[in-house]
T-cell receptor, first 110, second 116 residues
Framework: QKEVEQNSGPLSVPEGAIASLNCTYS??????FFWYRQYSGKSPELIMS????GDKEDGRFTAQLNKASQYVSLLIRDSQPSDSATYLC??????????FGQGTTLQVKP | GAVVSQHPSWVICKSGTSVKIECRSL??????MFWYRQFPKQSLMLMAT?????????EQGVEKDKFLINHASLTLSTLTVTSAHPEDSSFYIC????????????FGPGTRLTVL
């Protein structure tokens, strides 16, 4: 059973801090990794994709991938209350389907 | 990113009726679309994979005769919930896969179905 694991949280950080979200996956053959943000009552929104080991930065977001450790993370710098949402880690299981983690709820407190 | 639309955004129907939900990729062609269901405070549950021009592939436990999927063109997939019952009330979300090596998926805004 291919799995993606996330801490459900909630992860609470003060405004302006760095939020660190983590995800592990079981399938070593996975090639593509994604972070989605989902606000309550809304559908998921793709915010980061990463395919190679190392860091990928986009604005306040940095995705980190370590295939040897089967670990992917998302850092959010200068966290804002508007970043409060559930963050879903998704892994392409090489079947064309995404395998989602349960999501981590982030709360950014003013 | 690529844009995916869904219609309707919400629907209320009586038990026993059928409801059709449309999913469209607006600015790209999607040979593969996916249908998910999400109950409150739970993660996404993949229902089926929809491939243009062929039969949908359903996940284990999903009734293919109850959830009819048609992917008649490269920009449109439909999900019909037949003989809906209150337990079918949920948030239904489609996604479309952009072609290429990395297979990013973009989600539609979702359809909230309430069956009375």
């Amino acid at each position: 059973q291919k799995e993606v694991e996330q801490n459900s949280g909630p992860l609470s950080v003060p405004e302006g801090a760095i939020a660190s979200l983590n995800c592990t996956y079981s399938d070593r053959g996975s090639q593509s990794f994604f972070w989605y943000r989902q606000y309550s009552g809304k559908s998921p929104e793709l915010i980061m994709s990463i395919y190679s080991n190392g860091d990928k930065e986009d604005g306040r977001f940095t995705a980190q991938l370590n295939k040897a450790s089967q670990y992917v993370s998302l850092l959010i710098r200068d966290s804002q209350p508007s970043d409060s949402a559930t963050y879903l880690c998704a892994v392409d299981g090489n079947t064309g389907k995404l395998i989602f983690g349960q999501g981590t709820t982030l709360q950014v407190k003013p | 990113g690529a844009v995916v639309s869904q219609h309707p955004s919400w629907v209320i129907c009586k038990s026993g009726t059928s409801v059709k939900i449309e999913c469209r990729s607006l600015d790209f062609q999607a040979t593969t679309m996916f249908w998910y269901r999400q109950f409150p405070k739970q993660s996404l549950m993949l229902m089926a994979t929809s491939n243009e021009g062929s039969k949908a592939t359903y996940e284990q436990g999903v009734e293919k005769d109850k959830f009819l999927i048609n992917h008649a063109s490269l920009t449109l997939s439909t999900l019909t919930v037949t003989s809906a019952h209150p337990e079918d009330s949920s948030f239904y979300i489609c996604s479309a896969k952009v072609g290429g090596f990395y297979n990013e998926q973009f989600f539609g805004p979702g359809t909230r179905l309430t069956v009375l």
